[in-house]
Structures are given as C-alpha cells and as structure tokens.
C-alpha cells in the first residue's frame, strides 16, 4: 500500500486555504453541497509498502526537533491532464524543504521505497483536481480554473503545526494512520 506524509496547517492558516478551495469547486460543481472537500496538505513524501512500526520509528526521530514553522506561498501551479489539478505553489526552499529532502533522504537510506529524484518534486496545495470529485471537470473548465486562480496572485504566509501519514483514502476517519505534532 502507498502512504502519504503531508505537512497539515494552523488553524487559521487552513481556514484561509480553505475558503479559497471552497470557492474554486462551487464554482465548478466538483463536488456536492454535502460532500466533505478533500482535506488540505502538503505533501512530503509517499512510502511505498513500509513497516508501519519501523516507518513510525524513524518519522518520530526525524520530525523531534522540529517545531511549527511557515512556509510561503508563491502563486498557484496547475498540472494538465490527466490530473486537471489547480494548486498554491510553495517555494521550494525553507524548512519545509529541508524537511522534505531530509525525510526522503533518511528514509531512502532506511531501506523505505521513497520517491526517486525529490529535486523534481514541486511542493505544492491542492486545491481542486479530478481525484475524489463527483466528477471530471472539462478541459475548457479547468484551464479557465487555472487562469482564475493564476489572477489571485497568491502570496500569503501560512504555518504548518504537524504532520501526518495517510492512507489514499477520502474518509477522515479512516485515513490517518498516525499524527505528529509540532509544539
């Protein structure tokens, strides 16, 4: 199974990000009025098929002396199809970098299947895609998504207060496997 470990914001922090994800899918219609909206992370790495008691073992030691911290966002990034995904930007530098690269790389040095050439990775928040809509959105209606967003121009600071592995699964309940938190 494929794990997920994903940088989770601030309180205040996520509802900014939020009313901007809520405001970008009701204007598409991805998702229902009733559905919960994917929850909102950075991702920082994805393990494939780990120990999860070695895998809790070495992110407990890695992520001990870190602490909250901000990151910048640096305007939106879009990735075409077959991902039809609008998403903020982050800067590829700072901590929550640093944290990346020294979580890939300490876990690739572990034995755990980690991404290959983290250097090509774009960080980055998703804020609307195809994966767990209701449904696809249209080219038309993505590329003029994109350029929606692009206008906004974000650039915002927002903290990141923990960090948590995931199952791939859209159910709150279910889908964290452990939490870490920041102090």
Not at 31 to 36: E, F, G, L, P, W
Not at 94 to 101: A, F, N, Q
Not at 130 to 156: G, H, I, P, V
């Amino acid at each position: 199974m494929i794990y997920y470990l994903v940088g989770l914001f601030d309180k205040i922090s996520y509802e900014y990000i939020e009313s901007v994800q809520k405001s970008l899918c009701n204007k598409y219609n991805l998702y229902r009025a009733d559905t919960n909206l994917p929850k909102l992370h950075i991702t920082l790495e994805i393990i494939t098929n780990p120990s999860i008691f070695d895998l809790d073992v070495s992110l407990t030691n890695i992520l001990k002396d870190y602490t909250k911290f901000d990151v910048k966002l640096n305007g939106v990034i879009c990735f075409d199809s077959p991902f039809k995904s609008v998403n903020l930007n982050i800067d590829n530098k700072g901590i929550i970098y640093e944290l990346s690269k020294n979580i890939n790389s300490t876990l690739n040095k572990q034995g755990f299947a980690v991404r290959e050439h983290i250097e090509n990775w774009n960080l980055h928040i998703s804020l609307a895609n195809t994966t767990f809509a209701d449904r696809e959105w249209s080219n038309n209606e993505y590329l003029s998504a994109c350029n929606l967003a692009k206008d906004e121009n974000f650039q915002r600071t927002i903290t990141i207060s923990a960090v948590e592995l995931w199952k791939p699964i859209n159910n709150n309940d279910e889908m964290v496997v452990k939490k870490y938190e920041f102090t």
